[in-house]
């Protein structure tokens, strides 16, 4: 055999990632217009800068850097149809070669679709987005979908998140009477739902109403006057929906005596102060991951916030996936060097055995591949809640580990015990 034959046989042989690279690929497949898509997209793009200026990352006694190629694939769009969203990921893989992905879809109806192509392909996936347990459930169950990680938190953690803050209002204040108002999308729905069996379960509160708003509901005054008239303690939005914020200007109007604590996606950021003419103070709200808010208490958070300040010229104003989104690619880097490969299967055995601090809090996975999430940040990741308040700043009040401030209670209203 003529030395030109073995060499092509050799090549032939090598399995994938053996061959000299001279880059190593991140694919961003994701809803790119809209703003968490936006804001995750940015922060992956941040910390590959940080990572190429320090020299990259080392792999075999080779330094290489981080590529970006990201792909919109509009899965957050109305009527965008799941297939249509898998094309579009399945097209970045074959034409762009990635190592891994990171972000990914927004709907879970697409990450569950996607998750036979990526075994498939056998790319590692850290998504920042989809929340459904269901694909926690799928790779505790089947090692062929080992490839997929979530390091933002998924449904079961944000409402851990909502039960844990409500029940911290019924020992503080002693609160036991509910209103729920939800938009009529399916992850609220469910919120929603599940929270009423919490209330009326291990919290032993009231639901004393429950009003559901098509997206694009503009009045809320009605309802509002519904959780007046019957005694509410507590209002608890979930909506993700723009016009939901007029909402809060609503009741701060009415002068309702009730705590608003809860979601609304429109009220996550700086941006809402303004945006809300200042008239959202007292209103209580989720962050998913930390970091995506800053806390002096936990520094890591605060240096990739002002980091990406520094780098965009304004702040984040997404609640929920920048964060994990930048803490992936170092979660990679973490990974990559501590394989010595570019082997996907390397890459997910040590991504698996992640155990270290982040910009969320404490980094580790469980059994299906979820980042755990819980109250302190040097044993989990964090998500929290703050408050606005009246002079438009924003205040961590829950989990107690990062509080800064006490929560307050609206002008006339007083706490029930």
Request: charged share 20%.
């Amino acid at each position: 055999m003529t030395a030109v034959a073995l060499l092509l046989t050799a090549l032939f042989l090598a399995p994938t990632g053996a061959l000299a690279a001279d880059k190593i690929v991140i694919g961003v497949p994701t809803s790119l217009n809209f703003l968490e898509g936006k804001e995750a997209n940015n922060s992956v793009k941040l910390a590959v800068d940080e990572i190429n200026k320090a020299g990259g990352v080392k792999v075999g006694g080779k330094m290489l850097p981080f590529v970006v190629e990201s792909i919109d694939i509009r899965d957050a769009a109305p009527g965008v149809p799941v297939p249509e969203a898998l094309l579009g990921i399945e097209k970045l893989i074959l034409e762009k070669k990635p190592n891994a992905l990171v972000v990914g879809p927004f709907r879970s109806e697409a990450l569950l679709a996607g998750m036979d192509m990526l075994a498939k392909h056998k790319v590692p996936l850290l998504g920042t987005i989809a929340m459904s347990p269901k694909t926690e459930a799928k790779v505790a169950s089947d090692p062929k979908y080992k490839y997929v990680f979530r390091v933002s938190l998924d449904a079961k953690y944000f409402v851990g998140y909502i039960a844990g803050v409500m029940g911290f209002l019924g020992k503080e204040f002693g609160f036991n009477k509910v209103f729920i108002m939800n938009q009529d999308v399916a992850w609220a729905r469910a919120t929603a739902g599940i929270m009423t069996k919490i209330f009326e379960g291990k919290l032993k509160w009231k639901v004393v109403g429950h009003e559901t708003f098509p997206t694009g509901a503009s009045d809320f005054a009605p309802a509002l006057m519904k959780a007046k008239m019957a005694g509410a303690q507590v209002i608890m939005p979930v909506f993700d929906m723009p016009q939901s914020g007029i909402l809060v200007k609503q009741w701060k109007a009415m002068k309702v005596p009730a705590l608003m604590a809860g979601f609304i996606s429109p009220l996550t950021g700086p941006g809402a102060w303004k945006t809300f003419d200042g008239k959202i103070g007292g209103a209580l709200n989720a962050i998913f991951e930390l970091g995506n808010i800053p806390s002096a208490k936990y520094p890591p958070s605060k240096k990739y916030y002002d980091a990406y300040q520094a780098k965009y010229g304004v702040p984040l104003e997404a609640g929920h996936g920048p964060a994990p989104s930048y803490a992936s690619v170092y979660l990679l880097k973490a990974a990559i060097e501590k394989a010595g490969s570019l082997d996907p299967d390397a890459i997910v055995a040590a991504l698996k055995a992640t155990d270290a601090q982040g910009v969320m809090g404490h980094i580790k996975f469980s059994k299906g591949n979820q980042l755990i999430y819980g109250n302190d940040p040097q044993k989990e990741a964090l998500g929290c809640f703050f408050q606005w308040t009246d002079d438009g700043k924003r205040l961590i009040v829950y989990p107690p580990a990062i509080a800064e401030g006490t929560i307050k209670l609206p002008a006339g209203m007083k706490a029930a015990k």
